[in-house]
């Protein structure tokens, strides 16, 4: 009886299926790696860093064939001729346009930024935003924010 409850006790031993070292501590390998079996911290440092190698380099072989211009979502085939877009534009974050693209949303935001939407005079220093139920985009003068705060 003394020995069954000694067996009982007895930590099993186990192997690192990669090196077969006596494991003690013990990882389970990510399912990706298509693994049954346990590793050692060696062994497991060794696979992580094997796998986010993949990744990264599957990651790039996807980002450069299937570079999109977000705006006319043509494809971008060389660095030289994609563009990371301006931030105030609000784009998605990571988003990439191409050249033609960029200068017409540069010329445009400049243009809803120095002029005023309605008229299209230069705004100078004093800008005016419009309210939101007036749904316009971009800046006003004085006189067409004044002659539509007078309208509604």
Not at 1 to 7: N, P
Not at 58 to 82: A, F, H, P, W
Not at 126 to 147: E, T, V
Request: charged letters at 35%.
């Amino acid at each position: 009886m003394k020995e069954s409850i000694l067996q009982f006790w007895k930590k099993k031993q186990e192997f690192c299926i990669l090196c077969k070292r006596e494991l003690q501590h013990k990882y389970k390998p990510h399912r990706e790696w298509k693994m049954s079996g346990l590793l050692c911290s060696d062994c497991h440092i060794i696979k992580t860093k094997e796998y986010i190698a993949k990744q990264q380099i599957e990651k790039e072989k996807q980002e450069r064939e299937l570079n999109t211009c977000s705006i006319c979502s043509r494809q971008i085939k060389s660095e030289t001729v994609q563009v990371k877009p301006k931030w105030q534009w609000n784009l998605e974050r990571g988003s990439i346009i191409c050249k033609n693209c960029f200068e017409k949303k540069d010329k445009e935001f400049e243009k809803e930024r120095n002029y005023c939407s309605i008229c299209g005079t230069n705004l100078k220093f004093i800008r005016y935003n419009p309210k939101p139920k007036w749904n316009i985009s971009g800046q006003l003068c004085r006189k067409c924010w004044d002659q539509r705060n007078e309208i509604q």
